[in-house]
């Protein structure tokens, strides 16, 4: 904490960051830094660059700023050592597929391809309709 305290400069910036449901994830990311190569000067010099010469989690609504902190902190702790601290979060593209709704154009590997188009299942049609007035 009193490293995290030093590279925010704000006391109250420290406190939202100590509040928030990731700080045990975060606290433990930089004790598992400062214990190791780089040491404690390392994990100093990480989070300067992520939060005190990158003070784009600053910028936006004040509502959002506790996001915004534990974000920019979890991005400097997990950024390789003298590389550039990326801007956004990191997707993964596997992991954006396997959670995507959208059904793939082709058929998968192994599989035979759809006979029909893929509709969702909250447009698909359980009955037929009935109509009004007589049959033929």
């Known amino acids: 904490m009193t490293i995290a ?14 509040a928030t449901r990731a700080w045990p ?4 990311r930089t004790a598992g830094v400062a214990r190791g190569p780089e040491g404690e000067q390392g994990l100093r010099a990480r989070l300067k660059a992520g939060l005190m010469d990158n003070g784009a989690w600053e910028q936006g609504p004040p509502g959002e700023l506790a996001g915004r902190l534990v974000g920019a902190t979890l991005r400097a702790l997990t950024a390789p050592p003298g590389a550039p601290i990326p801007d956004g979060p990191r997707a993964s593209a596997t992991a954006a597929r396997s959670r995507s709704t959208t059904t793939p ?10 006979s029909e188009p893929a509709v969702p299942a909250h447009r698909q049609q359980a009955a037929p309709t009935r109509t009004s007035g007589r049959g033929r």
Not at 5 to 18: F, P
Not at 105 to 114: M, N, R
């Open 5 to 18: 305290k030093d590279c925010i400069a704000s006391e109250r910036e420290t406190a939202l960051l100590v």
């Open 25 to 28: 994830l975060l606290a433990a």
């Open 105 to 114: 154009t082709g058929a998968a590997p192994g599989q035979p391809a759809p």
